[in-house]
């Protein structure tokens, strides 16, 4: 099928006519993050609990998924391999199993990030497509290596959301009617899986 009529090429299309950029959304968290850099505090020596099953509960709205799917492409990193990381993911850590009403789920289980690297690499996902939560945990002291001092900055995190509000709300009911969806927020590996599968992507098909 031609690229032009495929359900991507219309979700990259609404996509542009959004007014607040994906850059926008995040320019304030990761201003944030740049200012504890240059104070020397940063993640280079922790073994990244924050990304593993020891602490990482994230889920991510259609608009955050969508963010970090765009990002993915265009680093060609959507291929069958990474897909199947994704399904053991929710497999293994019982992503798409979590007790809910339908509105909001009882309990957050954890997971180990698909997109965490370990080590010095640390998370292989650029902070301008970031999910947001990821964006605003950070140490506040330097050489952290398990992340003893290491808080949600939950003012800005707050303030963030509360500027794009409107936007955001739009721009997810946008995308979730476009897609047929009707979550809100998921695990972020499950949300992935969601998402492609209604894109239909040639390179992510896995092979019977
Ligand atoms: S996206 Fe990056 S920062 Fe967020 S949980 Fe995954 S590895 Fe960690
Ligand atoms: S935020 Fe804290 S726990 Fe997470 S990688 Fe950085 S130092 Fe480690």
Redesign the pocket.
């Known amino acids: 099928m031609p690229l032009e009529e495929t359900l991507f090429h219309r979700i990259n299309v609404l996509q542009k006519t959004f007014d607040v950029s994906t850059k926008d959304r995040r320019e304030a968290l990761v201003h944030e993050m740049e200012k504890l850099e240059r104070q020397g505090v940063d993640?280079r020596q922790?073994r990244?609990?924050?990304?593993t099953f020891v602490a990482n509960s994230m889920q991510t709205t259609v608009l955050e998924t969508i963010d970090l799917l765009f990002y993915l492409r265009q680093e060609n990193r959507l291929n069958p391999d990474l897909i199947k990381q994704l399904h053991q993911t929710v497999t293994h850590y019982r992503l798409d199993r979590i007790p809910g009403d339908g509105q909001r789920d009882y309990i957050r289980r954890t997971y180990t990030c698909p997109f965490f690297q370990g080590g010095p690499v640390?998370c292989s996902i650029s902070r301008w497509a970031k999910p947001y939560g990821c964006l605003g945990?950070?140490?506040h002291s330097p050489r952290?290596t398990e992340?003893g001092d290491?808080t949600s900055h939950t003012v800005l995190l707050e303030q963030r959301e509360a500027l794009y509000f409107e936007e955001e709300r739009c721009q997810n009911r946008k995308l979730q009617q476009q897609l047929g969806l009707f979550w809100t927020k998921l695990p972020m590996p499950l949300a992935l899986l969601e998402v492609l599968q209604k894109l239909e992507l040639p390179e992510t098909k896995i092979e019977a």
């Open positions: 993640c922790c990244g609990v924050c990304c640390g945990f950070n140490p952290q992340g290491c």
